[in-house]
């Protein structure tokens, strides 16, 4: 079966087209589209961005270098040359980046213009703040980005729901050398596991991408979980969210937001727009990096993995999923099929702080989550997980039992902190020291300290 | 396994592999294997020694990008390790230099910081900063006849283009052209650095007898090419109770990577920057190009400036503190005067200083004192959260250095149907300099800018160029075409007069039209006259900035035409438990002369300040101890996004201050100067590390200020003030 989209309004089949070859290579090799540009190859600054959408699905930007071919089975692909032919005149958002002068070397503009074009149409309220989180994933060198997001808004956004064709789409794809599966119901994804457990299982790919775009390798078999019906569902009962193992950050926001806001809060931080389109929750743990953003906040939430087997399934407690730098206790002929959030009670205090070197898209030198109960003023319950301290994402038990009893004050915060040298001896690389990461970690607890007990008083420099 | 002398080579598996078209090491240079800008033994391929991680050995040819690097994955090199040089200090330690120390002396520096009041010492670091354009190097070299060279490249020194690859294909200059369009981003990173991608894509090209293009991804754009040069700083100062310096000894040490490159220039701007907008009467001021095995540094925006800034910022930092006093108000002690207080350290009058009615204005406008107080009260009221607030005043010296490469040429055409080819010799890579150049040329034939063709810069039109730097772009080729532009329109008038029969001091170029007293003709009409009377509609235009001399024995003359100077306060706020900072609110006042073109300048001021904000707090290029760069994607090196920018950023562009100098128009450059700008951000966050600590805490921040760097200083003040 051919992988079949939309691109710029042209119906396309492609039979022979490698499924390890990035949207970014066939967009500018294979079709001669030049617009979208490769600024990284890393999915890090947004200069080839483009839109696609899906038949249900509304308009969203994407990196095309963190995907692959076969991921744009039944898309609608809108690149900047999609927007107006050239010599004819510019559309708005193209307009409205030259009328504020927001181009100045233009190897990024094509990237911000579909980054744009996609906010204009999700209807979200036009402030600063909006726009900076719609291009956070669009790097600029020359402007200083100020004409740019006067340029978003000036265009505002309007919910515009554009109902795009029905494309069918298929559940296998193979070029004659490569596969790429893309089943549609969780008994064919299992059964595929078992039969290509070397496969890579493929969700967003914002992660697993880079293989093909900056290693240049090509992967053989590739298991797609982005159509399976029932990793794309959310069911919500009363004590807890179930997110299905393919659904999005951007999808996955919402919820999360009613249920943990600070947990959305730092998902708003993950990757960029782009990113957050493609890239899941599911993905995040799955790849088990010690600096993956929602794992501590799984762990701290007391979350559970839902792995799915040919033996059936069966429940992992998040913190016991991870065993060792890059490895899960998933079996080779497993996925993951859920994960359960506990909705947290009124009276538990969550908490989730990101530290980085950029507040925006950036990977994180230190993440600490916290869900701690208080009564009377005593600690009587604390969880607490960190990433970047360890070579997985783990719980700080010594941290934990320093707290519990204890009266919630700064000298118990403080006490807590120290304990962590107990939990962690944290490495040096680029993002940060062993003794920052030990020093931030530990004065983390400080700001839960401020945070949870001094209301009104801004305890974070963005709150400024 | 580092510095490592190269055993053997074997490239014959890349070469067998079908699609490859070409292999090149170092001994398939056909000419000399050497693209030195400034001194020579700059080989584009390593040859016997391998002088940092990422130094390029062979490049390899093929029919797809995937093939070449599959290609090259099949080289086999065998290295024999020798004893790198990683750090600065390491270098400074092994007195091993690039080129010889530069040395400034005014007076005596050791009898005036002896003879002072008070005294300090310290040391600073400033760190290095990619330039991150954010389209990588790229070069298209496309075989001509003979053996003739056509090299597009993403330069913005297409004659330095030129030469390098003349040399390595060693054929004669005039053998090789040189075309650019524009580049996507440059900021000094495509000064130098382009000519060894272009002579590798020249060399593959000639080897493969077929066009090649060669462009980095940007992985290897990072590691391979050099970057900002990070500084090491040693100061001495002696001053009195104003804070006023009497005498000043700084030590500067860079480090310039494998090679010189343009290190030794790069180290004189700091050299002559070490200044800033003060006077400084007894002074000693050495630089060290430091060699060391890391990739070798090169331009980038201020070239130097920046961290000779760093250096005296610091030390009227540590003075002010010192004295308990505010560090404005040493700033103005120090300013340069009137009378005896005029003439810098190398020797220049000051003589269009404007840097205390700049520093007044802003203060004035947003009310500086007041938020002075109200950061204060701030500090007061918070324990976690402190703000800081800083003032920058910006004096930054315009013309290159060395005068030689204060010249350039254009080439304009008028064509019978009244279109204006332009050709000049600076090249576009968004700042703008193109239309300001078009507005220049229609400005002088007064006509329309849609009138006039703005075209790729090429060796062939314009030759022997300077590259385009050192914010010089609009102020030489605007004069050039303004000068080509005026014989054009002088030999026109001469038309005009015949025709009309009027002195040609009665004919008068405006809207479009040629009047005399009451008759017109278009300026097309004109142009055919121009032609049927057999007058030529095409010149040369060439400038050369007046005035400037340089002794590179005593190293003192006027290098600079005239300076550029600019104020700017940035408010920042950091969290003590973390070192997070964030800027929250800027203000500009910014000299541009009279601007050719405000939009654009707000542009360049806008982006230069976002940029050095970024070399100063995030950006952090970071080498193992093996001497690798680790931070050599976006991912990992970061830049400042939209949200970094401060939420309050108010811009203005100095008005009625048209350049004293008869610059084109009195304008000013505009590339440069605001960058510095931005050093207002790392002071502020110095402020707010000092507020952690008792009064006259002399905070310890190097740059980047990260989150990590501002963590440790406000720790350190903590411990400081409890030790007393």
């Given at each position: 079966?051919?992988?079949?989209?939309?691109?710029?309004?042209?119906l396309?089949e492609e039979?022979d087209?490698?499924?390890?070859?990035?949207v970014?290579?066939?967009?500018r090799?294979?079709k001669g589209?030049?617009?979208?540009?490769?600024g990284c190859a890393e999915?890090?600054?947004g200069?080839?961005s483009?839109?696609i959408?899906?038949?249900l699905?509304?308009?969203k930007?994407?990196n095309?270098?963190?995907m692959?071919?076969?991921?744009?089975?039944?898309m609608?692909?809108?690149?900047?040359?999609?927007?107006s032919a050239?010599?004819t005149?510019?559309?708005?958002?193209q307009?409205?980046l030259?009328?504020?002068?927001a181009?100045?070397?233009?190897?990024c503009t094509?990237?911000?213009?579909?980054?744009?074009y996609a906010y204009?149409?999700t209807?979200?309220s036009?402030?600063?703040e909006?726009v900076?989180?719609?291009?956070?994933?669009?790097l600029?060198?020359c402007?200083?980005?100020?004409?740019i997001v006067?340029?978003?808004?000036?265009l505002?956004s309007?919910?515009?729901?554009?109902i795009?064709?029905?494309?069918?789409?298929?559940d296998?794809?193979?070029?004659?050398?490569?596969?790429?599966?893309?089943?549609?119901?969780?008994?064919q994804?299992?059964?595929l596991?078992?039969e290509?457990?070397e496969?890579?299982?493929?969700?967003?790919?914002?992660d697993?991408?880079?293989r093909?775009?900056?290693?240049?390798?090509?992967?053989g078999?590739?298991i797609?979980?982005a159509n399976?019906?029932e990793l794309?569902?959310?069911?919500?009962d009363?004590?807890?969210?179930r997110?299905g193992?393919a659904?999005n950050?951007t999808r996955?926001?919402?919820?999360?937001?009613e249920?943990?806001?600070?947990f959305?809060q730092?998902?708003?931080?993950i990757g960029?727009?782009?990113?957050r389109?493609l890239?899941?929750?599911?993905g995040?743990?799955?790849?088990?990096?010690p600096?993956?953003?929602?794992a501590?906040?799984?762990i701290a939430l007391s979350a559970v993995?839902?792995?799915?087997?040919?033996?059936g399934?069966r429940d992992?407690?998040?913190d016991?999923?991870?065993t060792?730098y890059?490895?899960t206790?998933?079996?080779?002929d497993?996925?993951?099929e859920a994960i359960r959030?506990?909705?947290?009670s009124?009276?538990?205090i969550f908490?989730?702080?990101?530290?980085?070197?950029?507040?925006?898209?950036d990977i994180s030198?230190?993440?600490?989550?916290f869900?701690?109960?208080?009564?009377a003023?005593v600690v009587?319950?604390a969880?607490?997980?960190?990433?970047?301290?360890?070579a997985t994402p783990?719980r700080?038990p010594?941290?934990a039992?320093?707290l519990?009893?204890?009266p919630?004050?700064?000298d118990?915060?403080?006490?807590?902190g120290?304990?962590?040298t107990?939990?962690?001896?944290?490495l040096?690389?680029?993002?940060?020291s062993?003794?920052?990461?030990?020093?931030v970690a530990?004065n983390?607890?400080?700001?839960l300290?401020?945070?949870t007990?001094?209301?009104?008083?801004?305890?974070?420099?963005?709150a400024l | 396994?580092?510095t490592?002398k190269?055993q053997?080579?074997?490239v014959s598996?890349?070469?067998?592999?079908?699609?490859v078209?070409?292999?090149l090491?170092?001994g398939?240079?056909p000419?000399?294997?050497d693209?030195?800008?400034?001194?020579e033994?700059?080989?584009?391929?390593?040859e016997g020694?391998?002088?940092?991680?990422?130094?390029?050995v062979?490049?390899i040819?093929?029919?797809?990008?995937?093939?070449a690097?599959?290609?090259?994955?099949?080289?086999?090199?065998?290295?024999?390790?020798l004893?790198?040089?990683l750090s600065?200090d390491?270098a400074?330690?092994?007195?091993?230099?690039?080129?010889?120390?530069?040395i400034?002396?005014?007076?005596?520096?050791?009898?005036?910081?002896?003879?002072?009041?008070?005294?300090?010492s310290?040391?600073v670091?400033?760190g290095?900063?990619?330039?991150?354009?954010l389209?990588t190097?790229?070069?298209?070299?496309?075989?001509?006849?003979?053996?003739?060279m056509?090299?597009y490249?993403?330069?913005?020194?297409?004659t330095?283009v030129?030469?390098?690859?003349?040399?390595?294909?060693?054929v004669?200059v005039?053998?090789?052209t040189?075309?650019?369009?524009?580049?996507?981003?440059?900021?000094?990173?495509?000064?130098?650095q382009s000519?060894?991608?272009a002579?590798?894509?020249a060399l593959?090209a000639?080897?493969?007898?077929?066009?090649?293009?060669?462009?980095?991804?940007?992985?290897?754009?990072?590691?391979?090419?050099?970057?900002r040069h990070?500084?090491l700083f040693?100061y001495?100062?002696g001053?009195?109770?104003?804070g006023?310096?009497?005498g000043?000894?700084?030590?500067m040490?860079?480090?310039?990577?494998n090679?010189a490159?343009?290190?030794?220039?790069v180290l004189?701007?700091?050299?002559?920057?070490?200044d800033?907008?003060?006077?400084?009467?007894?002074?000693h001021?050495?630089?060290?190009?430091c060699?060391?095995?890391t990739?070798?540094n090169t331009?980038f925006r201020g070239f130097g400036?920046p961290?000779?800034?760093?250096a005296?910022?610091?030390?009227?930092?540590?003075i002010?503190r010192?004295l308990g006093?505010d560090p404005d108000d040493v700033?103005?002690?120090?300013f340069?005067?009137?009378a005896?207080?005029?003439t810098?350290h190398y020797?220049?009058k000051?003589e269009d200083?404007?840097?205390?009615?700049?520093?007044?204005?802003?203060?004035q406008?947003i009310?500086?004192?007041?938020?002075k107080?109200?950061?204060?009260?701030?500090?007061?009221?918070?324990?976690?959260?402190k703000k800081?607030i800083?003032?920058?005043?910006?004096k930054?010296?315009?013309?290159f250095?060395?005068?030689?490469?204060?010249?350039?040429?254009?080439?304009?055409?008028?064509?019978?149907?009244?279109?204006?080819?332009?050709?000049?010799?600076?090249t576009?890579?968004?700042?703008?300099?193109y239309?300001?150049?078009?507005?220049?040329?229609?400005?002088?034939?007064?006509?329309?800018?849609?009138?006039?063709?703005?075209s790729?810069t090429?060796?062939?039109?314009?030759?022997?160029?300077?590259?385009?730097?050192a914010?010089?772009?609009?102020?030489?080729?605007?004069?050039?075409a303004?000068?080509a532009a005026?014989?054009?329109?002088?030999r026109?008038?001469?038309?005009?007069?015949d025709h009309f029969?009027?002195?040609?001091g009665?004919?008068?170029f405006?809207?479009n039209?040629?009047?005399?007293r009451?008759?017109?003709?278009?300026f097309?009409?004109?142009a055919?006259?121009?032609w049927?009377n057999?007058?030529?509609?095409?010149?040369?235009?060439?400038?050369?900035?007046p005035?400037i001399?340089?002794?590179?024995?005593?190293m003192?003359?006027?290098?600079?035409?005239?300076f550029?100077?600019?104020?700017?306060?940035?408010?920042?706020?950091i969290?003590?438990l973390?070192?997070?900072?964030r800027?929250l609110?800027?203000?500009?006042?910014q000299?541009?002369?009279?601007?050719?073109n405000?939009a654009i300048?707000?542009g360049?001021?806008?982006g230069?300040?976002v940029q050095?904000?970024?070399?100063l707090?995030?950006?952090e290029?970071?080498?193992d101890?093996k001497?690798?760069?680790?931070?050599?994607?976006?991912?990992t090196?970061?830049?400042?996004g939209?949200?970094?920018?401060?939420?309050e950023?108010?811009v203005?562009i100095?008005?009625?201050a048209?350049?004293?100098?008869?610059t084109?128009?009195?304008?000013?450059?505009?590339?440069?100067?605001?960058?510095?700008?931005a050093l207002?951000?790392?002071?502020?966050?110095r402020d707010?590390v000092?507020?952690v600590g008792?009064?006259?805490?002399?905070?310890n921040l190097d740059?980047?200020a990260?989150?990590?760097?501002?963590l440790m200083a406000v720790?350190?003040?903590?411990a400081?003030?409890?030790?007393?």
């Open positions: 079966m051919p992988v079949r989209f939309q691109l710029n309004g042209v396309i039979n087209v490698s499924p390890s070859m990035t970014l290579d066939y967009l090799e294979t589209l030049k617009g979208t540009k490769e999915g890090d600054c200069a080839c483009i839109t959408q899906s038949a699905g509304r308009v930007t994407v095309a270098c963190l692959l071919v076969p991921q744009l089975d039944g609608s692909v809108v690149t900047v040359e999609g927007l050239p010599d005149d510019m559309h708005p958002v307009q409205a030259v009328d504020n002068h181009a100045q070397c233009g190897f094509p990237g911000f213009v579909m980054a744009l204009t149409q209807g979200e036009v402030t600063p909006s900076h989180e719609a291009i956070a994933g669009n600029c060198r402007t200083g980005y100020r004409p006067d340029a978003g808004i000036s505002g309007k919910a515009e729901k554009v795009p064709p029905a494309i069918e789409q298929s296998y794809y193979t070029d004659g050398d490569e596969d790429f599966f893309a089943p549609r119901r969780l008994e994804l299992v059964a596991k078992s290509h457990p496969a890579f299982v493929l969700a967003g790919g914002t697993l991408g880079m093909a775009s900056k290693e240049r390798q090509p992967y078999q590739v797609s979980t399976v019906t794309n569902q959310i069911e919500r009363q004590d807890s969210v997110f193992a659904v950050y996955a926001l919402p919820i999360l937001e249920i943990a806001p600070s959305a730092l998902v708003r931080r960029s727009r782009q990113i389109n890239g899941t929750i599911g995040n743990i799955c790849n088990a990096s600096i993956g953003d929602t501590p906040c799984l993995m839902i792995a799915r087997g040919p033996n399934q992992i407690p998040a016991e999923f991870f060792d890059r490895k206790v998933l079996s080779a497993e996925i993951l959030v506990p909705i947290p009124p009276d538990l908490r989730a702080y990101k530290i980085s070197k950029r507040f925006d898209q030198a230190v993440i600490g989550a869900a701690l109960k208080v009564e003023g009587v319950s969880r607490i997980a960190f990433g970047g301290m360890a783990a700080a010594a941290c039992a320093a519990i009893g204890q919630w004050s700064l118990t915060a403080i006490a807590g120290a304990a962590l107990e939990d962690f001896t944290p040096t690389d680029f993002r940060a062993q003794d920052y990461r030990s020093r530990g983390l607890l400080q700001r300290h401020l945070d007990t001094q209301d009104g008083v801004a305890v974070e420099v963005m | 396994m580092l490592p190269i053997s080579i074997d598996a890349a070469r067998d592999l079908p699609g078209h070409a292999v090491i170092a398939d240079v000419g000399r294997n693209v030195a800008p400034i001194f033994g700059e080989p584009i391929l390593a020694l391998v002088e940092y991680v990422g130094h390029p062979a490049a040819a093929a029919e797809t990008m995937d093939i690097r599959a290609a090259a994955a099949l080289v086999v090199v065998e290295y024999l390790a004893d790198p040089v600065i390491e400074l330690r092994r007195k091993s230099f690039t080129s010889p120390p530069q400034m002396r005014r007076g005596n520096s050791i009898q005036g910081i002896a003879d002072a009041r008070h005294q300090i310290g040391e670091r400033c290095g900063q990619d330039h991150f354009y389209e190097h790229i070069a298209l070299a496309v075989p001509q006849e003979d053996r003739d056509l090299v490249s993403s330069t913005q020194h297409p330095e030129q030469h390098g690859v003349a040399t390595v294909l060693g004669p005039n053998a090789v040189t075309e650019i369009r524009r580049m996507g981003g440059g900021f000094g990173g495509k000064e130098s000519t060894i991608i002579a590798l894509a593959l000639a080897q493969a007898r077929r066009p090649v293009k060669l462009r980095l991804s940007r992985d290897d754009d990072m590691v391979i090419t050099g970057k990070d500084f040693r001495q100062a001053f009195d109770d104003n006023r310096i009497e000043i000894d700084i030590l040490a860079s480090r310039a990577g090679v490159d343009l290190s030794s220039s004189i701007r700091a050299l002559c920057h070490a800033n907008a003060y006077y400084l009467p007894n002074a001021i050495h630089g060290y190009p060699k060391t095995n990739v070798s331009g400036g961290q000779g800034m760093v005296i910022e610091t030390v009227i930092d540590h002010a010192t006093k700033r103005r002690a120090n340069y005067d009137e005896d207080r005029d810098t020797g220049q000051v200083n404007i840097i205390a009615e700049m520093v007044d204005r802003l203060s406008e009310d500086y004192p007041a938020r107080q109200a950061v204060a009260a701030f500090n007061r009221d918070n324990t976690v959260l800081g800083a003032l920058m005043p910006v930054f010296g315009i013309s250095n060395l005068p030689t490469l204060n010249q350039a040429g254009a080439l304009v055409h008028v064509y019978t149907d009244g279109s204006v080819h332009l050709n000049h010799g600076g576009e890579m968004g700042q703008g300099l239309i300001k150049v078009a507005q220049v040329v229609a400005s002088t034939f007064q006509i329309d800018i849609d009138q006039v063709k703005i790729s090429n060796t062939a039109k314009v030759p022997n160029t300077s590259a385009t730097a914010s010089s772009g609009s102020d030489l080729n605007g004069m050039a303004h000068d005026n014989q054009i329109k002088t026109m008038a001469g038309v005009a007069a029969e009027v002195d040609e009665e004919i008068e405006r809207n039209r040629i009047y005399a009451n008759d017109s003709i278009s097309a009409e004109l055919q006259l121009t049927e057999r007058v030529s509609l095409s010149a040369t235009g060439f400038y050369s900035t005035k001399s340089w002794d590179d024995d005593t003192t003359g006027r290098p600079f035409y005239y550029s100077y600019g104020a700017c306060v940035s408010e920042v706020v969290d003590t973390t070192g997070e900072n800027v609110r800027t203000d500009i006042l000299d541009c002369g009279r601007s050719l405000p300048d707000l360049q001021i806008e230069a300040f050095g904000m970024g070399w707090t995030m950006e290029l970071w080498w101890d001497g690798a760069l680790r931070t050599h994607g976006p991912s090196y970061k830049i400042p939209s949200r970094d920018v401060p939420p950023f108010n203005h100095l008005e009625d048209p350049n004293r100098e008869p084109i128009f009195r304008s000013k450059a505009i590339g440069e100067p605001p960058l510095m700008l207002s951000v790392w002071l502020a966050l707010a000092a507020s008792e009064q006259r805490c002399v905070p740059t980047p990260t989150a990590e760097a501002v720790d350190e003040a903590r400081q003030s409890r030790g007393g």
